[in-house]
Nanobody
């Protein structure tokens, strides 16, 4: 029973902040890269950010650079996505995924969470 569970989504006004968490159960994240992806209605799933297993390598989509920060705490078996200066365009279901190497493509990941809704609206 290898599972990833996202939490922290919700409704926030433009310019606000949210912190998403991705917690693993049934396995440890020490040797897994983690990616955050999002999907809005009518759009393809896109990579938001990813982090290497060590935490030393991070990648961000151009649309979120300077606003989002990915981090991990392997001792807590959890990965985070801090989202600041949120825009309506950030509205989507956000998913975390685990895979052998960090990549911004969904096909590179084997384990996925159920997603958490983020809505940015006034």
């Amino acid at each position: 029973q290898l599972q990833l569970v996202e939490s922290g989504g919700g409704l926030v006004q433009p310019g606000g902040s949210l912190r998403l968490s991705c917690a693993a159960s049934g396995f440890t994240l020490d040797y897994y890269a983690i990616g955050w992806f999002r999907q809005a209605p009518g759009k393809e799933r896109e990579g938001v950010s990813c982090i290497s297993s060590s935490g030393g390598g991070t990648t961000y989509a151009d649309s979120v650079k300077g606003r989002f920060t990915i981090s991990r705490d392997n001792a807590k078996n959890t990965v985070y996505l801090q989202m600041n200066s949120l825009k309506p365009e950030d509205t989507a279901v956000y998913y975390c995924a685990a895979g052998p190497r960090a990549a911004m493509f969904p096909s590179r990941y084997a384990y996925w969470g159920q997603g958490t809704q983020v809505t940015v609206s006034s």
